[in-house]
């Protein structure tokens, strides 16, 4: 999934930004524990492997939206903003942020 800022992100983010962004999180074992420690997740998978995923904290804090260049541009990281934000609400929260 980080190779995939490589291909997106520089729509949105310079090259700096996007290896910045990208030294956080550069093993499997790290997304995963992310992952399993957010209360809210939600990930899109095809034939693949998963290709787009969303994590929401406690406080509202949208963690990660994510989506792999194979699906990019096509409504999965959408809808699963659509279902955070869901979450977000039956949860009682009025504001999101990143």
């Known amino acids: ?3 995939g800022m490589r291909v997106t992100g520089h729509d ?4 700096a930004e996007v290896e910045i962004w990208l030294s956080g999180q550069s ?8 992952m399993n420690a957010a209360p809210i997740s939600y ?3 095809d034939a693949d ?10 406080n509202g804090y ?7 260049p194979r699906q990019a541009r ?5 809808d699963i903003l659509r279902a955070l934000e869901s979450d977000a ?8 942020s990143t």
């Open 43 to 45: 990930m899109a998978e």
């Open 27 to 34: 093993s499997p074992q790290s997304w995963r524990w992310t």
């Open 12 to 15: 949105a983010y310079s090259a």
């Open 62 to 68: 949208v963690l990660y939206l994510m989506c792999h």
């Open 74 to 78: 096509q409504g999965a990281a959408t």
């Open 49 to 58: 492997g998963v290709f787009s995923f969303g994590t929401l904290l406690g």
């Open 89 to 96: 609400r039956k949860r009682g929260l009025d504001r999101l």
């Open 1 to 3: 999934m980080t190779e």
